[in-house]
């Protein structure tokens, strides 16, 4: 893998099910082994199935991406949290501990 930047750990319905990080070439995702290996194991999107290999991409994916706020409350929460709005990934580990549906991305992985 390439040098990270920042990383966050994703779960799926509570359970840990694999990492996004910021590289040098830009963005990374993957499954977690273990998750993998569960017989109740669901993709995080249909646009990432499950599989070993990891996802590798110049722009945040565009599911993530749709985690983050938009409008007026990104405004709030870009205020709130210092945060540059065009700072995709930084917003994603800030915004989405606690985000509508089945995905959160937290900063420090907690199993």
């Known amino acids: 893998m390439e040098s990270e930047y ?3 750990y994703v779960y799926i319905q509570k ?3 694999g990492t996004i990080a910021e590289t040098e070439e830009g963005y990374e ?3 977690n082994e273990d998750y993998l290996k569960r017989e109740d194991a669901v993709s995080v ?3 990432l199935p499950l599989q070993k290999e990891a996802y590798k991409a110049t722009v945040l994916f565009p599911f993530f991406d749709g985690l983050i706020p938009e409008g007026w409350l ?3 929460v870009s205020r709130n949290w210092k945060i540059n709005q065009n700072d995709r990934f ?3 580990l800030s ?3 606690d985000c509508i549906g089945d995905v959160n991305i937290r900063n ?4």
Not at 108 to 111: F, L, N, P, T, V
């Open 29 to 31: 995702f993957s499954y």
């Open 45 to 47: 999107s249909l646009t």
């Open 95 to 97: 915004v989405c501990r």
């Open 15 to 17: 359970i840990f099910a």
């Open 6 to 8: 920042r990383k966050g």
């Open 108 to 111: 420090g992985e907690e199993k």
């Open 74 to 76: 990104l405004g709030v």
């Open 90 to 92: 930084g917003l994603l």
